[in-house]
């Protein structure tokens, strides 16, 4: 008889150790949020030790030491017993014959959690991970892996904003991509453990794709050309999305598409990178050259000096290291703006037709033609003895204007050549002492060179009056 009574306690206690055990072992990965089945649901592991005290669920499967949580089952008395995290006694905020709140006590680990009641009835419910539940990253564009650490249910659905994702599980670890079409929210993972429901909710940035340029066709062109750009991620439609050249944004947009946009080249860009920015997110820098363009000149003929605007496109707002030549001489500006330039005819202009060019950032506009004439001369003349005395040496001295004037000064008493002269910065000289008695005509005839033109000078009225002769008295008589 005494046998008979040993072997059942031998039988009772092995069945009761190895359910303990069972139910340890599979008991799957736990981290959830909420449960979505009613409190004392019937399920989980059954009742183990005396009475029939049972442990079903929790409101969270899963959470950092301080969690709060609420322990659902049965049987568990109206007087207050011992709740345990995988053996470490927990503190209890309240309790009732089917529900128990407690919180993950410090020095806790992953296992079940244990609860007995007052009268000595107790139980085990399903593995408990103590682990906080995260995801990374928290941001991503389509396509991007998530990986949400402790999971401690088994998962059987993830979606993105109600987005459904594919994903795989190992262990407490639930693996997924950003699905096509989603949208920033809750990244939501939901699955089952012990029969009942759970779910973890995160908050997830769906991010915009950099968008990207392959190309961008014609280039070069000039400013009010429809340019198309080829790439991806630009989006089905604009909306505040923009196309800059050099920084500055167009105004004039064709169609727009995922793969494909049209933007007109606003009148103030030059040549630099073309970036299209969608939500915020700009794309690469792809090299865009913006031609500027000549339309008209205010002047197209005249000589060197002569002041002229250009009138065209693509100038850029101001000058920075661009140039306007005139027969490849560089010219200096007065003004600059994206559509008009104040400029002059540089002293090196060849004199002709020559060509106008603007270039601004390395790219040349069209050629426009302006006709650089000879420029006119002035001639002065003086003299630094008048009246003078015949045989007196008389100079004469012509300056012509410009100084930069070249050739020869030819001195004329009336129609008569009465010297020459080489001009050396402008200046030509006589010296002249023959000159009859009399009042001449005195002018200076500058010839004119390859870039000036000749003139004549105002006459000086010459005074050459007879030497005074003393007579001796002897010859008075």
Not at 4 to 20: E, N, P, R, V, Y
Not at 179 to 185: F, I, R, V
Not at 193 to 208: I, K
Not at 263 to 269: I, S
Request: charged share 5%; net charge neutral.
């Amino acid at each position: 008889m005494q046998r008979q009574k040993s072997s059942a306690l031998i039988l009772t206690t092995s069945i009761w150790l190895f359910h303990g055990v069972l139910s340890m072992l599979f008991a799957p990965p736990a981290f959830a949020q909420e449960t979505s089945e009613a409190a004392g649901q019937a399920g989980g592991v059954q009742p183990l030790g005396g009475g029939s005290l049972t442990v079903t669920n929790y409101s969270k499967c899963a959470g950092a030491v301080g969690t709060y949580i609420y322990v659902y089952g049965s049987q568990f008395g109206s007087t207050q017993g011992t709740v345990k995290f995988n053996g470490t006694t927990a503190p209890v905020q309240s309790w009732t014959d089917t529900q128990i709140y407690t919180s993950v006590p410090s020095g806790a680990t992953t296992g079940a959690i244990q609860v007995t009641a007052s009268g000595g009835g107790f139980g085990w419910g399903p593995s408990f991970l103590v682990a906080t539940p995260s995801i990374s990253p928290t941001s991503g564009i389509v396509g991007t892996a998530v990986a949400a650490s402790n999971t401690c249910f088994t998962a059987n659905s993830v979606k993105f904003n109600g987005t459904t994702a594919t994903y795989s599980q190992n262990g407490y670890t639930v693996n997924t991509t950003v699905p096509s079409g989603a949208t920033t929210g809750q990244l939501v993972i939901s699955g089952t453990l012990m029969g009942y429901n759970y779910s973890n909710s995160f908050t997830f940035t769906v991010n915009t794709p950099a968008p990207s340029i392959t190309s961008a066709s014609p280039n070069p062109t000039t400013v009010g050309t429809s340019v198309t750009i080829g790439g991806s991620n630009f989006g089905s439609t604009r909306g505040t999305s923009t196309v800059t050249f050099n920084g500055v944004a167009a105004t004039s947009y064709g169609t727009w598409g995922p793969t494909s946009v049209q933007a007109t080249v606003p009148t103030a860009a030059t040549t630099g990178p073309l970036v299209v920015t969608v939500g915020g997110v700009a794309s690469n820098n792809w090299t865009f050259t913006v031609s500027p363009r000549i339309t008209s000149l205010s002047v197209t003929t005249g000589p060197r000096g002569t002041a002229f605007t250009i009138t065209g496109s693509g100038f850029g707002s101001t000058k920075g290291s661009s140039t306007v030549t005139v027969g490849g001489a560089t010219a200096t500006t007065t003004s600059w703006g994206a559509s008009s330039i104040a400029t002059s005819v540089p002293n090196g202009a060849p004199i002709g037709s020559d060509s106008v060019i603007v270039t601004v950032n390395g790219a040349a506009s069209n050629s426009s033609t302006f006709t650089v004439t000879k420029s006119n001369t002035s001639t002065a003349l003086v003299s630094d003895l008048n009246p003078s005395v015949y045989g007196s040496q008389v100079n004469f001295t012509a300056t012509v204007t410009p100084v930069t004037a070249t050739g020869t000064i030819t001195f004329k008493d009336g129609s008569t050549t009465i010297g020459t002269g080489t001009l050396n910065g402008g200046v030509g000289t006589l010296q002249i002492s023959w000159l009859s008695v009399a009042t001449h005509t005195i002018t200076a005839v500058y010839g004119g060179d390859s870039s000036n033109n000749g003139s004549t000078s105002a006459a000086v009225s010459q005074v050459v009056n007879a030497p005074n002769v003393s007579v001796p008295a002897y010859c008075q008589h």
